[in-house]
């Protein structure tokens, strides 16, 4: 149980256009998803976090904007890199957990996105 | 704000070696999760404690919730080429939603 799938799992783009990343919680409902970066060796950095059915709230210094993020059911939220540019390469992973109440979240596999 | 202090950040050790690593607070957390990270996937989460002094096993691991509530440890007994990977403690922030702060991790290297 507790199945979080992230799709597409890489993806290559040009620099310009936008990408958009799906995150599912496959066996059991998400109240609240995560989405986290993560530079090469180093921990994940927590960029937002997203309620469903309502507005995701930012980490300082993450650009709304720029990392458009919806929730629109209990199984799936969208992050949005609009107008990637190649610093905005990264590993890219969303979290699901059951109820804010609930501490445990369950990690998706990661997308890898390369702004070329 | 509350961070987790993860030691050591990486080590490399020989097959069938038993490993030891830690993670330590300058706040009270009640609930300590540990997960691991193979290279280009996300976190699994291997072990959560809710319970100061708790010890609980899954498998070769084993993990303990301080006594103080600042600190938790995990240890791998028998240490096999497929543990390699890099360990996160992580703990939530009560007041924020519970939201997960994360170690630094620990990149762990085996050699066969």
């Known amino acids: 149980g507790a199945v979080v799938s992230q799709h597409p799992s890489w993806v290559i783009c040009k620099s310009g256009t936008s990408v958009k990343i799906e995150c599912r919680s496959l066996d059991f409902q998400a109240t609240t998803m995560f989405w986290y970066r993560q530079f090469p060796k180093q921990s994940l950095m927590l960029m937002a976090t997203?309620?469903?059915?309502?507005?995701?709230?930012?980490e300082q210094g993450v650009e709304k904007d720029k990392f458009l993020i919806n929730h629109a059911s209990l199984t799936l939220s969208t992050l949005t890199v609009t107008s990637a540019h190649p610093e905005d390469s990264s590993f890219y992973i969303c979290?699901?957990?059951?109820?804010?109440?609930?501490?445990?979240?369950?990690f998706g596999p990661g997308t890898r996105l390369l702004v070329l | 704000g509350q961070q987790l202090n993860q030691s050591p950040q990486s080590m490399f050790i020989q097959e069938g070696e038993d490993v030891s690593m830690n993670c330590t607070s300058s706040?009270?957390?009640?609930?300590w999760l540990w997960y691991k990270q193979d290279p280009g996937e996300g976190p699994v989460l291997l072990i959560a404690?809710?319970?100061?002094?708790e010890l609980t096993s899954n498998g070769r691991l084993t993990a303990q919730f301080g006594i103080t509530r600042k600190d938790s440890f995990l240890n791998i007994s028998a240490s096999i080429p497929s543990d390699v990977g890099i360990y996160f403690c992580a703990g939530p922030i009560y007041n924020a939603g519970n939201m997960l702060t994360f170690g630094g991790g620990t990149r762990l290297m085996v050699k066969p």
């Open positions: 706040s009270i957390f009640n609930t």
């Open positions: 997203s309620n469903e059915g309502s507005k995701a709230t930012y």
């Open positions: 979290s699901a957990r059951e109820a804010e109440w609930r501490e445990t979240q369950y």
């Open positions: 404690l809710y319970k100061a002094g």
